[in-house]
Protein backbone atom coordinates (compact mmCIF):
# COMPACT_ATOMS: atom_id res chain seq x y z
CA UNK A 1 0.00 0.00 0.00
CA UNK A 2 1.43 3.70 -1.29
CA UNK A 3 2.44 5.41 1.74
CA UNK A 4 0.49 8.56 0.30
CA UNK A 5 -2.64 6.76 0.68
CA UNK A 6 -4.03 8.70 3.83
CA UNK A 7 -2.06 12.21 3.40
CA UNK A 8 -4.53 12.62 0.25
CA UNK A 9 -7.75 10.78 1.52
CA UNK A 10 -7.78 7.57 -0.78
CA UNK A 11 -8.63 4.43 0.09
CA UNK A 12 -6.54 2.23 -3.19
CA UNK A 13 -3.48 3.36 -5.35
CA UNK A 14 -5.09 5.34 -8.49
CA UNK A 15 -2.55 5.21 -10.75
CA UNK A 16 -1.23 1.63 -10.68
CA UNK A 17 -0.47 0.16 -13.92
CA UNK A 18 -1.82 -3.33 -13.07
CA UNK A 19 -4.69 -3.71 -15.40
CA UNK A 20 -8.12 -3.00 -13.06
CA UNK A 21 -11.50 -2.95 -14.63
CA UNK A 22 -12.91 -0.76 -12.09
CA UNK A 23 -10.20 1.94 -13.28
CA UNK A 24 -10.99 1.85 -17.27
CA UNK A 25 -11.70 5.67 -18.20
CA UNK A 26 -15.09 5.30 -19.97
CA UNK A 27 -13.47 7.95 -22.80
CA UNK A 28 -15.22 8.08 -25.90
CA UNK A 29 -12.97 5.53 -27.67
CA UNK A 30 -12.45 2.72 -25.11
CA UNK A 31 -16.46 2.83 -25.45
CA UNK A 32 -16.63 2.41 -29.00
CA UNK A 33 -13.48 -0.29 -28.80
CA UNK A 34 -16.17 -2.12 -26.37
CA UNK A 35 -19.00 -1.71 -28.78
CA UNK A 36 -16.52 -3.39 -31.28
CA UNK A 37 -15.78 -5.87 -29.49
CA UNK A 38 -19.62 -6.96 -28.57
CA UNK A 39 -20.41 -6.31 -31.97
CA UNK A 40 -17.91 -9.15 -33.22
CA UNK A 41 -19.28 -11.62 -30.28
CA UNK A 42 -22.67 -11.26 -31.29
CA UNK A 43 -21.81 -12.35 -35.41
CA UNK A 44 -21.90 -16.28 -36.00
CA UNK A 45 -17.74 -16.32 -35.43
CA UNK A 46 -14.58 -15.49 -36.60
CA UNK A 47 -11.69 -13.03 -35.48
CA UNK A 48 -11.80 -9.75 -33.54
CA UNK A 49 -9.04 -7.67 -33.50
CA UNK A 50 -7.93 -5.45 -31.06
CA UNK A 51 -4.93 -3.11 -31.66
CA UNK A 52 -3.38 -0.41 -30.22
CA UNK A 53 0.17 1.24 -28.89
CA UNK A 54 1.78 0.09 -26.06
CA UNK A 55 0.22 1.44 -22.59
CA UNK A 56 -3.27 2.42 -24.28
CA UNK A 57 -5.39 0.21 -21.92
CA UNK A 58 -5.89 -3.02 -24.34
CA UNK A 59 -5.07 -5.33 -21.46
CA UNK A 60 -7.64 -3.37 -18.89
CA UNK A 61 -10.25 -3.17 -21.57
CA UNK A 62 -9.91 -7.05 -22.83
CA UNK A 63 -10.52 -7.69 -19.05
CA UNK A 64 -13.11 -5.49 -18.49
CA UNK A 65 -15.29 -6.93 -21.67
CA UNK A 66 -14.80 -10.53 -20.39
CA UNK A 67 -15.84 -9.43 -17.20
CA UNK A 68 -19.62 -7.81 -18.52
CA UNK A 69 -19.81 -11.29 -20.74
CA UNK A 70 -23.22 -12.79 -20.25
CA UNK A 71 -22.68 -16.32 -18.19
CA UNK A 72 -23.31 -18.19 -21.83
CA UNK A 73 -19.92 -17.71 -23.03
CA UNK A 74 -16.54 -19.40 -21.98
CA UNK A 75 -13.40 -17.67 -22.20
CA UNK A 76 -9.95 -19.10 -22.90
CA UNK A 77 -7.49 -16.40 -22.16
CA UNK A 78 -3.73 -16.77 -23.82
CA UNK A 79 -1.29 -14.76 -22.04
CA UNK A 80 2.47 -15.85 -23.80
CA UNK A 81 1.95 -15.39 -27.46
CA UNK A 82 5.53 -17.02 -27.81
CA UNK A 83 4.40 -20.70 -28.15
CA UNK A 84 4.93 -23.49 -30.59
CA UNK A 85 1.59 -24.52 -32.41
CA UNK A 86 1.69 -27.65 -30.13
CA UNK A 87 2.07 -25.41 -27.06
CA UNK A 88 -0.69 -22.98 -28.39
CA UNK A 89 -2.95 -25.57 -28.50
CA UNK A 90 -2.08 -27.36 -25.56
CA UNK A 91 -2.79 -23.82 -23.86
CA UNK A 92 -6.20 -23.62 -25.17
CA UNK A 93 -7.04 -26.81 -23.95
CA UNK A 94 -6.03 -26.22 -20.89
CA UNK A 95 -8.45 -23.21 -20.35
CA UNK A 96 -11.16 -23.97 -21.93
CA UNK A 97 -10.64 -27.55 -19.25
CA UNK A 98 -10.84 -29.91 -22.43
CA UNK A 99 -9.02 -33.52 -21.55
CA UNK A 100 -8.34 -36.28 -24.12
CA UNK A 101 -6.72 -39.84 -24.11
CA UNK A 102 -3.36 -39.39 -26.16
CA UNK A 103 -2.91 -41.07 -29.26
CA UNK A 104 0.89 -41.97 -30.47
CA UNK A 105 -0.30 -42.24 -34.08
CA UNK A 106 -1.32 -38.65 -34.22
CA UNK A 107 0.74 -35.64 -33.74
CA UNK A 108 0.00 -33.87 -30.86
CA UNK A 109 -1.49 -30.43 -32.43
CA UNK A 110 -4.06 -32.95 -34.47
CA UNK A 111 -5.06 -34.61 -31.17
CA UNK A 112 -5.69 -31.01 -29.49
CA UNK A 113 -7.35 -30.06 -32.49
CA UNK A 114 -9.63 -32.97 -32.70
CA UNK A 115 -10.74 -32.60 -29.04
CA UNK A 116 -11.27 -28.70 -29.55
CA UNK A 117 -13.88 -29.45 -32.20
CA UNK A 118 -15.28 -32.26 -29.65
CA UNK A 119 -15.84 -29.85 -27.21
CA UNK A 120 -16.97 -27.24 -29.00
CA UNK A 121 -19.87 -29.03 -30.79
CA UNK A 122 -21.00 -30.50 -27.36
CA UNK A 123 -20.87 -27.27 -25.89
CA UNK A 124 -22.13 -25.30 -28.75
CA UNK A 125 -25.11 -27.79 -28.22
CA UNK A 126 -25.50 -26.57 -24.73
CA UNK A 127 -26.18 -22.85 -25.99
CA UNK A 128 -22.96 -21.70 -25.04
CA UNK A 129 -20.06 -19.71 -26.95
CA UNK A 130 -16.58 -19.99 -26.93
CA UNK A 131 -14.11 -17.20 -27.03
CA UNK A 132 -10.92 -17.54 -27.42
CA UNK A 133 -8.31 -14.23 -26.15
CA UNK A 134 -4.66 -13.71 -27.78
CA UNK A 135 -2.41 -11.08 -25.84
CA UNK A 136 0.31 -9.81 -27.61
CA UNK A 137 -1.12 -11.26 -30.80
CA UNK A 138 1.86 -9.51 -32.70
CA UNK A 139 4.37 -12.47 -32.06
CA UNK A 140 2.40 -14.79 -33.70
CA UNK A 141 3.94 -16.67 -36.46
CA UNK A 142 2.54 -17.09 -39.67
CA UNK A 143 2.05 -20.25 -39.33
CA UNK A 144 0.27 -20.24 -36.13
CA UNK A 145 -1.56 -17.59 -37.47
CA UNK A 146 -2.99 -19.58 -40.29
CA UNK A 147 -3.96 -22.49 -37.96
CA UNK A 148 -5.80 -20.35 -35.62
CA UNK A 149 -7.76 -19.98 -38.92
CA UNK A 150 -8.03 -23.18 -39.78
CA UNK A 151 -9.40 -23.56 -36.23
CA UNK A 152 -11.87 -21.03 -36.62
CA UNK A 153 -13.08 -23.35 -39.75
CA UNK A 154 -14.71 -25.07 -37.57
CA UNK A 155 -18.70 -25.23 -37.78
CA UNK A 156 -21.73 -27.20 -38.00
CA UNK A 157 -23.82 -26.99 -40.88
CA UNK A 158 -25.52 -23.54 -39.71
CA UNK A 159 -23.07 -22.05 -37.08
CA UNK A 160 -19.41 -21.06 -36.61
CA UNK A 161 -18.33 -22.57 -33.48
CA UNK A 162 -15.59 -20.18 -31.99
CA UNK A 163 -14.45 -16.59 -31.58
CA UNK A 164 -10.89 -15.57 -31.35
CA UNK A 165 -9.81 -12.32 -30.15
CA UNK A 166 -6.50 -10.62 -31.36
CA UNK A 167 -4.76 -7.98 -29.26
CA UNK A 168 -1.68 -6.56 -29.63
CA UNK A 169 0.71 -3.60 -30.73
CA UNK A 170 -0.03 -1.91 -34.44
CA UNK A 171 2.69 -4.49 -35.80
CA UNK A 172 -0.15 -6.64 -36.01
CA UNK A 173 -2.29 -4.62 -38.24
CA UNK A 174 0.74 -4.66 -40.85
CA UNK A 175 0.64 -8.17 -40.05
CA UNK A 176 -2.52 -8.89 -40.88
CA UNK A 177 -2.36 -7.31 -44.49
CA UNK A 178 0.05 -9.57 -45.73
CA UNK A 179 -1.06 -11.10 -48.83
CA UNK A 180 -0.28 -14.82 -47.19
CA UNK A 181 -2.55 -14.47 -44.43
CA UNK A 182 -5.66 -12.65 -46.81
CA UNK A 183 -7.68 -15.51 -45.96
CA UNK A 184 -7.50 -14.46 -42.42
CA UNK A 185 -8.12 -11.14 -42.88
CA UNK A 186 -10.80 -11.53 -44.58
CA UNK A 187 -12.58 -13.52 -41.57
CA UNK A 188 -12.21 -10.56 -39.25
CA UNK A 189 -15.76 -9.54 -38.59
CA UNK A 190 -14.78 -6.68 -35.88
CA UNK A 191 -11.50 -4.54 -35.45
CA UNK A 192 -10.61 -1.33 -33.67
CA UNK A 193 -7.34 0.20 -32.89
CA UNK A 194 -7.25 2.06 -29.90
CA UNK A 195 -5.47 5.66 -29.55
CA UNK A 196 -4.17 7.78 -26.71
CA UNK A 197 -6.32 9.93 -25.02
CA UNK A 198 -6.68 13.63 -26.33
CA UNK A 199 -5.49 16.79 -24.73
CA UNK A 200 -9.12 17.40 -23.39
CA UNK A 201 -9.84 13.87 -21.62
CA UNK A 202 -6.77 13.94 -19.62
CA UNK A 203 -7.85 15.68 -16.55
CA UNK A 204 -10.99 14.07 -16.89
CA UNK A 205 -8.87 10.72 -17.02
CA UNK A 206 -6.87 11.88 -13.92
CA UNK A 207 -10.07 12.91 -11.97
CA UNK A 208 -11.57 9.53 -12.46
CA UNK A 209 -8.56 7.14 -11.08
CA UNK A 210 -8.75 9.44 -8.50
CA UNK A 211 -12.31 9.24 -7.78
CA UNK A 212 -11.94 5.65 -7.78
CA UNK A 213 -9.36 5.75 -5.46
CA UNK A 214 -11.51 7.48 -2.92
CA UNK A 215 -10.99 10.71 -2.91
CA UNK A 216 -12.89 13.83 -4.97
CA UNK A 217 -9.88 16.12 -4.01
CA UNK A 218 -8.62 18.28 -7.12
CA UNK A 219 -4.90 17.64 -6.82
CA UNK A 220 -3.93 17.98 -10.58
CA UNK A 221 -4.84 21.20 -12.00
CA UNK A 222 -5.14 22.35 -15.50
CA UNK A 223 -2.00 23.61 -15.60
CA UNK A 224 -0.68 19.99 -14.40
CA UNK A 225 -2.90 18.13 -16.35
CA UNK A 226 -1.61 19.95 -19.90
CA UNK A 227 1.84 19.55 -19.08
CA UNK A 228 1.26 15.75 -18.89
CA UNK A 229 -0.53 15.73 -22.06
CA UNK A 230 2.28 17.10 -23.42
CA UNK A 231 4.96 14.64 -21.60
CA UNK A 232 2.91 11.36 -22.60
CA UNK A 233 0.87 12.23 -25.78
CA UNK A 234 -2.40 11.21 -24.13
CA UNK A 235 -0.81 7.32 -23.30
CA UNK A 236 -2.26 6.51 -20.20
CA UNK A 237 0.05 4.18 -18.30
CA UNK A 238 2.88 6.97 -19.21
CA UNK A 239 -0.20 9.38 -17.09
CA UNK A 240 -0.26 6.74 -14.56
CA UNK A 241 3.40 6.63 -13.85
CA UNK A 242 3.85 10.16 -13.74
CA UNK A 243 0.73 11.24 -11.59
CA UNK A 244 2.35 8.00 -8.84
CA UNK A 245 5.33 9.76 -9.23
CA UNK A 246 3.63 12.92 -8.27
CA UNK A 247 1.47 12.34 -5.58
CA UNK A 248 5.44 10.73 -3.97
CA UNK A 249 6.71 14.29 -4.89
CA UNK A 250 3.59 16.00 -3.39
CA UNK A 251 3.65 14.06 -0.54
CA UNK A 252 7.17 14.30 0.93
CA UNK A 253 6.69 17.83 0.32
CA UNK A 254 3.33 18.20 2.64
CA UNK A 255 2.10 19.70 -1.14
CA UNK A 256 -1.72 18.74 -2.26
CA UNK A 257 -1.44 19.89 -5.30
CA UNK A 258 1.05 19.24 -8.48
CA UNK A 259 2.52 22.00 -10.08
CA UNK A 260 3.92 22.14 -13.23
CA UNK A 261 7.91 21.77 -11.80
CA UNK A 262 6.95 18.58 -9.52
CA UNK A 263 5.90 16.92 -12.88
CA UNK A 264 8.89 17.60 -14.98
CA UNK A 265 10.53 16.61 -11.56
CA UNK A 266 8.20 13.41 -11.65
CA UNK A 267 8.44 12.47 -15.12
CA UNK A 268 12.62 12.29 -14.73
CA UNK A 269 11.84 10.19 -12.28
CA UNK A 270 9.48 7.84 -13.57
CA UNK A 271 10.63 7.91 -17.34
CA UNK A 272 13.99 8.98 -16.82
CA UNK A 273 15.42 11.80 -19.45
CA UNK A 274 13.91 10.75 -22.86
CA UNK A 275 10.64 12.19 -22.70
CA UNK A 276 12.16 15.43 -20.70
CA UNK A 277 14.91 16.22 -23.55
CA UNK A 278 12.21 17.00 -26.05
CA UNK A 279 10.36 19.14 -23.49
CA UNK A 280 13.17 20.67 -22.67
CA UNK A 281 14.03 21.66 -26.25
CA UNK A 282 10.38 23.05 -26.52
CA UNK A 283 11.08 25.22 -23.50
CA UNK A 284 14.25 26.55 -24.59
CA UNK A 285 12.23 27.68 -28.24
CA UNK A 286 9.34 29.18 -26.15
CA UNK A 287 11.93 31.05 -23.95
CA UNK A 288 13.90 32.31 -27.43
CA UNK A 289 9.80 33.14 -28.87
CA UNK A 290 9.27 35.15 -25.31
CA UNK A 291 12.18 37.06 -25.75
CA UNK A 292 12.11 37.64 -29.34
CA UNK A 293 8.55 38.80 -28.26
CA UNK A 294 9.25 41.23 -25.33
CA UNK A 295 12.01 42.84 -27.35
CA UNK A 296 9.37 43.52 -30.46
CA UNK A 297 7.08 45.23 -27.42
CA UNK A 298 9.29 47.05 -26.59
CA UNK A 299 10.71 48.78 -29.99
CA UNK A 300 7.23 49.15 -30.80
CA UNK A 301 6.13 50.38 -27.22
CA UNK A 302 6.38 53.99 -28.11
CA UNK A 303 4.54 53.98 -31.51
CA UNK A 304 1.08 52.01 -30.81
CA UNK A 305 1.61 53.00 -26.74
CA UNK A 306 1.30 49.65 -25.43
CA UNK A 307 2.08 49.27 -21.75
CA UNK A 308 4.29 46.08 -21.30
CA UNK A 309 3.01 45.37 -17.66
CA UNK A 310 -0.69 45.53 -19.20
CA UNK A 311 0.00 43.14 -21.86
CA UNK A 312 1.11 40.62 -19.38
CA UNK A 313 -1.62 41.51 -17.26
CA UNK A 314 -4.45 40.95 -20.14
CA UNK A 315 -2.76 37.75 -21.06
CA UNK A 316 -2.92 36.52 -17.41
CA UNK A 317 -6.13 36.95 -17.17
CA UNK A 318 -6.87 35.17 -20.42
CA UNK A 319 -4.97 32.76 -19.05
CA UNK A 320 -6.99 32.80 -15.50
CA UNK A 321 -10.48 33.27 -17.41
CA UNK A 322 -9.55 29.90 -19.58
CA UNK A 323 -8.47 27.91 -16.47
CA UNK A 324 -11.87 28.77 -15.08
CA UNK A 325 -13.71 28.02 -17.85
CA UNK A 326 -11.98 24.64 -17.56
CA UNK A 327 -12.48 24.03 -14.41
CA UNK A 328 -16.23 25.04 -14.70
CA UNK A 329 -16.68 22.36 -17.09
CA UNK A 330 -15.05 19.19 -15.11
CA UNK A 331 -16.71 20.46 -12.41
CA UNK A 332 -19.91 20.33 -14.40
CA UNK A 333 -18.95 16.90 -15.77
CA UNK A 334 -18.26 15.53 -12.67
CA UNK A 335 -20.44 16.72 -9.49
CA UNK A 336 -23.47 15.07 -9.09
CA UNK A 337 -25.90 15.20 -12.20
CA UNK A 338 -27.84 18.16 -11.86
CA UNK A 339 -31.54 18.95 -14.20
CA UNK A 340 -31.31 21.51 -16.79
CA UNK A 341 -33.12 22.89 -19.31
CA UNK A 342 -35.74 20.39 -20.65
CA UNK A 343 -37.08 21.85 -23.53
CA UNK A 344 -34.55 20.97 -25.80
CA UNK A 345 -33.90 20.66 -29.81
CA UNK A 346 -32.27 17.61 -30.14
CA UNK A 347 -30.88 18.76 -33.30
CA UNK A 348 -29.47 21.76 -31.48
CA UNK A 349 -27.75 19.86 -28.77
CA UNK A 350 -23.92 19.70 -28.23
CA UNK A 351 -22.62 16.15 -28.61
CA UNK A 352 -21.07 14.44 -26.04
CA UNK A 353 -18.15 12.25 -26.53
CA UNK A 354 -20.02 9.34 -25.40
CA UNK A 355 -23.58 9.10 -27.08
CA UNK A 356 -25.56 8.13 -24.18
CA UNK A 357 -24.26 10.95 -22.06
CA UNK A 358 -26.02 13.05 -25.29
CA UNK A 359 -28.91 10.98 -24.99
CA UNK A 360 -29.32 12.22 -21.45
CA UNK A 361 -28.82 15.63 -22.02
CA UNK A 362 -31.62 15.72 -24.57
CA UNK A 363 -34.10 14.29 -22.28
CA UNK A 364 -32.70 17.24 -19.84
CA UNK A 365 -30.08 15.69 -17.66
CA UNK A 366 -26.32 16.20 -17.60
CA UNK A 367 -24.81 12.97 -15.72
CA UNK A 368 -21.63 11.60 -14.87
CA UNK A 369 -19.76 9.38 -17.07
CA UNK A 370 -20.44 5.84 -17.38
CA UNK A 371 -18.91 2.73 -18.83
CA UNK A 372 -21.62 -0.34 -18.67
CA UNK A 373 -25.03 0.11 -19.73
CA UNK A 374 -25.78 -1.06 -16.17
CA UNK A 375 -24.49 1.94 -14.57
CA UNK A 376 -26.69 4.49 -17.30
CA UNK A 377 -29.41 2.10 -16.26
CA UNK A 378 -29.09 2.95 -12.46
CA UNK A 379 -28.60 7.12 -13.33
CA UNK A 380 -31.50 6.55 -15.44
CA UNK A 381 -34.22 5.41 -13.36
CA UNK A 382 -32.66 8.12 -10.50
CA UNK A 383 -34.21 10.59 -13.23
CA UNK A 384 -37.60 8.52 -13.39
CA UNK A 385 -36.68 7.26 -16.82
CA UNK A 386 -36.09 3.80 -18.17
CA UNK A 387 -33.27 2.96 -20.40
CA UNK A 388 -33.96 0.22 -23.30
CA UNK A 389 -31.02 -1.56 -24.46
CA UNK A 390 -33.00 -3.41 -27.58
CA UNK A 391 -30.32 -5.47 -30.11
CA UNK A 392 -32.14 -6.60 -32.59
CA UNK A 393 -35.34 -4.63 -33.84
CA UNK A 394 -36.86 -3.47 -37.17
CA UNK A 395 -36.71 -0.09 -38.13
CA UNK A 396 -40.36 0.16 -38.31
CA UNK A 397 -39.92 -0.42 -34.53
CA UNK A 398 -38.14 3.03 -33.70
CA UNK A 399 -40.29 5.00 -35.84
CA UNK A 400 -43.16 4.09 -33.65
CA UNK A 401 -40.94 4.43 -30.50
CA UNK A 402 -40.39 8.12 -31.69
CA UNK A 403 -37.77 8.79 -29.28
CA UNK A 404 -34.22 9.57 -29.69
CA UNK A 405 -31.58 6.83 -29.50
CA UNK A 406 -28.22 5.26 -29.79
CA UNK A 407 -27.27 3.34 -33.08
CA UNK A 408 -24.30 1.43 -34.22
CA UNK A 409 -23.30 1.47 -37.86
CA UNK A 410 -21.12 -0.54 -39.43
CA UNK A 411 -18.58 0.18 -42.84
CA UNK A 412 -17.16 -2.00 -45.48
CA UNK A 413 -14.07 -2.36 -43.50
CA UNK A 414 -15.87 -3.74 -40.36
CA UNK A 415 -15.10 -0.43 -38.30
CA UNK A 416 -18.32 0.32 -36.12
CA UNK A 417 -19.20 3.70 -34.91
CA UNK A 418 -21.91 4.46 -32.26
CA UNK A 419 -24.20 7.57 -33.53
CA UNK A 420 -26.84 9.34 -31.76
CA UNK A 421 -30.09 8.94 -33.77
CA UNK A 422 -32.06 12.11 -33.90
CA UNK A 423 -34.26 12.61 -36.76
CA UNK A 424 -36.32 10.60 -39.59
CA UNK A 425 -38.50 11.00 -41.95
CA UNK A 426 -39.50 9.08 -44.82
CA UNK A 427 -36.53 9.43 -46.98
CA UNK A 428 -33.44 10.31 -45.04
CA UNK A 429 -32.08 9.99 -40.55
CA UNK A 430 -30.21 13.01 -39.08
CA UNK A 431 -27.26 10.99 -37.29
CA UNK A 432 -25.31 13.24 -34.24
CA UNK A 433 -21.44 12.32 -33.69
CA UNK A 434 -18.87 14.10 -31.49
CA UNK A 435 -17.60 15.54 -34.25
CA UNK A 436 -20.76 16.85 -36.52
CA UNK A 437 -24.85 16.23 -37.42
CA UNK A 438 -24.93 14.22 -40.53
CA UNK A 439 -28.02 13.51 -42.86
CA UNK A 440 -27.90 10.04 -43.99
CA UNK A 441 -29.95 8.62 -46.62
CA UNK A 442 -32.84 6.13 -44.76
CA UNK A 443 -31.80 3.32 -47.52
CA UNK A 444 -27.70 3.57 -46.81
CA UNK A 445 -28.61 4.06 -42.77
CA UNK A 446 -30.59 0.72 -42.76
CA UNK A 447 -28.12 -1.15 -45.04
CA UNK A 448 -25.34 -0.08 -42.29
CA UNK A 449 -27.39 -0.79 -39.16
CA UNK A 450 -26.47 -3.34 -36.97
CA UNK A 451 -30.26 -3.36 -35.39
CA UNK A 452 -29.51 -2.06 -31.96
CA UNK A 453 -31.15 0.74 -30.53
CA UNK A 454 -30.33 2.26 -26.72
CA UNK A 455 -33.48 4.83 -26.00
CA UNK A 456 -35.26 6.34 -22.99
CA UNK A 457 -38.52 6.67 -21.86
CA UNK A 458 -40.70 7.85 -19.14
CA UNK A 459 -42.85 5.34 -17.42
CA UNK A 460 -45.79 6.05 -15.41
CA UNK A 461 -44.76 4.83 -11.51
CA UNK A 462 -48.62 3.43 -10.93
CA UNK A 463 -49.19 1.45 -14.28
CA UNK A 464 -46.67 -1.39 -15.67
CA UNK A 465 -49.01 -2.50 -18.08
CA UNK A 466 -53.38 -2.32 -17.64
CA UNK A 467 -55.56 -4.49 -20.05
CA UNK A 468 -58.84 -5.40 -19.83
CA UNK A 469 -60.61 -6.56 -16.36
CA UNK A 470 -57.62 -5.01 -14.51
CA UNK A 471 -58.48 -3.55 -10.87
CA UNK A 472 -55.95 -0.32 -9.92
CA UNK A 473 -57.57 2.76 -9.22
CA UNK A 474 -54.50 4.70 -9.31
CA UNK A 475 -53.75 3.69 -12.83
CA UNK A 476 -57.18 4.12 -13.94
CA UNK A 477 -57.73 7.93 -12.55
CA UNK A 478 -54.15 8.41 -14.24
CA UNK A 479 -55.15 7.10 -17.53
CA UNK A 480 -58.53 9.02 -17.37
CA UNK A 481 -56.62 12.30 -16.46
CA UNK A 482 -54.23 11.65 -19.47
CA UNK A 483 -57.07 10.99 -21.79
CA UNK A 484 -58.76 14.06 -21.37
CA UNK A 485 -55.46 16.24 -21.58
CA UNK A 486 -55.87 14.17 -25.21
CA UNK A 487 -59.52 14.75 -25.76
CA UNK A 488 -61.72 17.65 -23.94
CA UNK A 489 -64.61 16.82 -24.94
CA UNK A 490 -64.49 13.59 -24.23
CA UNK A 491 -67.35 11.67 -21.88
CA UNK A 492 -66.49 10.91 -18.24
CA UNK A 493 -66.42 7.16 -17.52
CA UNK A 494 -67.22 5.64 -14.24
CA UNK A 495 -64.98 3.07 -13.87
CA UNK A 496 -64.94 1.89 -10.69
CA UNK A 497 -60.70 1.43 -10.55
CA UNK A 498 -61.40 -1.38 -12.73
CA UNK A 499 -60.70 -1.22 -16.83
CA UNK A 500 -63.80 -1.71 -17.97
CA UNK A 501 -64.69 -2.39 -22.01
CA UNK A 502 -65.64 1.70 -22.81
CA UNK A 503 -61.86 2.59 -21.27
CA UNK A 504 -60.32 -0.74 -23.49
CA UNK A 505 -62.66 0.87 -26.41
CA UNK A 506 -60.85 4.75 -26.11
CA UNK A 507 -57.69 2.79 -25.85
CA UNK A 508 -58.13 0.84 -29.04
CA UNK A 509 -59.40 4.35 -30.83
CA UNK A 510 -56.22 5.86 -29.66
CA UNK A 511 -54.36 3.50 -30.86
CA UNK A 512 -55.76 3.47 -34.21
CA UNK A 513 -55.52 7.01 -34.65
CA UNK A 514 -51.80 7.44 -34.19
CA UNK A 515 -51.06 3.74 -35.82
CA UNK A 516 -49.52 1.81 -33.18
CA UNK A 517 -50.55 -1.99 -32.18
CA UNK A 518 -54.42 -2.30 -31.70
CA UNK A 519 -54.41 -4.23 -28.77
CA UNK A 520 -56.55 -2.17 -26.16
CA UNK A 521 -53.69 -2.88 -24.11
CA UNK A 522 -51.83 0.11 -22.22
CA UNK A 523 -48.43 -1.11 -21.94
CA UNK A 524 -45.21 0.42 -22.68
CA UNK A 525 -45.86 1.26 -26.74
CA UNK A 526 -49.33 3.40 -25.48
CA UNK A 527 -47.90 5.42 -22.44
CA UNK A 528 -45.22 6.31 -24.39
CA UNK A 529 -48.06 7.30 -26.73
CA UNK A 530 -49.70 9.56 -23.92
CA UNK A 531 -46.36 11.29 -22.44
CA UNK A 532 -45.65 11.85 -26.27
CA UNK A 533 -49.14 14.01 -26.63
CA UNK A 534 -49.58 15.14 -23.11
CA UNK A 535 -46.17 16.59 -22.69
CA UNK A 536 -44.39 18.77 -25.47
CA UNK A 537 -41.03 18.63 -23.67
CA UNK A 538 -40.98 14.97 -24.49
CA UNK A 539 -37.98 14.68 -27.16
CA UNK A 540 -39.24 12.80 -30.39
CA UNK A 541 -37.38 11.94 -33.89
CA UNK A 542 -40.22 13.41 -35.94
CA UNK A 543 -39.53 16.85 -37.41
CA UNK A 544 -42.86 17.45 -36.55
CA UNK A 545 -42.15 18.10 -32.99
CA UNK A 546 -39.81 20.94 -32.97
CA UNK A 547 -42.03 23.09 -34.77
Known amino acids: MSVYLKHFGLKKEPFSIVPDSKFLYPSYRHRQ ?63 LSIRFRRNSNLSFSKQCTDAIYDDLLETHSQGLKTLIVIEEAQNLDDEILESLRLLSNLETSSNKLLHILLVGQPELIRKLEQNNLRQLNQRVVSRFHLLPLQNNEVKDYITFRLKQGGTNRELFGNRACKQIY ?88 NVLEVDTADNEAINQSFDSEKNVNKNINPS ?38 KLENETDIFFKTIENLNRPGVVHLIDENSILSSYLLVEIDEESVVLMSDKSNDEMELDVFIQNWTGSFNYLWKPEPSITSLQLGDENQEGLSWLQDQLFKINSEREFLITGGRFTEAVYNEVIELQKKNNIEQDGIVGQQTLMLINQLTNTEIPTLTKESYR
Not at 67 to 91: T, W
Not at 271 to 300: D, F, H, M
Open 33 to 95: AVAHLKYGLDREGGFIVLTGEVGTGKTTLTKTLIEHLPPNVRVGYILNSKLKESDLFASICKE
Open 230 to 317: RLTKGVPRLINLICHQALLGMYSENKHTASTELIREACKEALGGQITETTNKWSVNLSLLLASLIVLIIATKEKHEISFDSFLNEESQ
Open 348 to 385: NTPMKSNPLKSLFLIWGFEVVDAFTNEEFENLASRFGL
